[in-house]
């Protein structure tokens, strides 16, 4: 059984930064993609950044240049450095992590992070 613990939320000043950290236990063998999720009050839950095994990244637009999604494959564990956080930023960040074999999807309990004066 795969569990996903996330940490790294909290309340940080518009212009601020924060990380959070995403690790998996459990035996992972096969190939992954682990990635951000976030969903604002009233809002559909939306990709933010995600990252293969392999290394290959993807960012919404509205997080390019802003955050960096890292990965170490040991756990294996996921990476979000948020920089120039705006308000708009505001949302419960989920991990996902999906398996290539046997086809599995996990998610995280989800962590608050607040981008306010």
């Known amino acids: 059984q795969v569990q996903l613990v996330e940490s790294g939320g909290g309340l940080v000043q518009p212009g601020g930064s924060l990380r959070l950290s995403c690790a998996a236990s459990?035996?992972?063998?096969?190939?992954?993609?682990m990635g951000w999720f976030r969903q604002a009050p009233g809002k559909q839950r939306e990709l933010v950044a995600s990252?293969?095994?392999?290394?290959?990244?993807n960012y919404a637009d509205s997080v390019k240049g802003r955050f960096t999604i890292t990965r170490d494959n040991v756990g294996p564990t996921v990476y979000l450095q948020m920089s120039s956080l705006k308000p708009e930023d505001t949302a419960v960040y989920y991990c996902k992590l999906a398996i290539a074999w046997p086809p599995r999807t996990y998610w995280g309990q989800g962590t608050q992070v607040t981008v306010s004066s």
């Open positions: 990252i293969t095994s392999g290394g290959t990244i």
């Open positions: 459990g035996s992972i063998f096969s190939s992954s993609v």
